[in-house]
């Protein structure tokens, strides 16, 4: 069970702090993704970082004004958003996915998903 939180309105150039609470099960050997999707575009990767450590991923168009990181005792990854540009608006997934061989920034590579929280950016 994947719950997101922390969506709402920004204006250009502000920052937003996503939350993603994990209950039910451990993450161990999970990855866990960030994924948005704009009206009438498709789901796209974001970032991601595995839960038992190692470096993040990100997405080019967020690289150095996103940061994925987790808090193990709160079974909560987050999502920092800075320097906000109205391309960011979009609904924000989390996701998690068992170690496979399947890309971290496909789909495909995550079984669990949250139902969303939306990021509005003024211009």
């Known amino acids: 069970h994947l719950v997101e939180s922390g969506g709402g309105l920004a204006q250009t150039g502000d920052s937003l702090r996503l939350s993603c609470v994990v209950s039910?099960?451990?993450?161990?050997?999970?990855?866990m993704g960030w994924f948005r999707q704009a009206p009438g575009k498709e789901r796209e990767f974001v970032g991601g970082i595995w839960w038992d450590g190692g470096t993040a991923l990100y997405a080019d168009s967020v690289k150095g004004r996103f940061t994925v990181s987790r808090d193990d005792a709160k079974n909560t990854v987050y999502l920092q958003m800075n320097s906000l540009k109205p391309e960011d608006a979009a609904t924000y997934y989390c996701?998690?996915?068992?170690?496979?061989?399947?890309?971290?920034?496909?789909?495909?590579?995550?079984?669990?998903w949250g139902q969303g929280t939306r990021v509005t950016v003024s211009s």
């Open positions: 039910g099960r451990t993450l161990r050997f999970h990855f």
């Open positions: 996701a998690s996915g068992l170690k496979s061989t399947i890309p971290r920034h496909s789909l495909r590579a995550y079984s669990y």
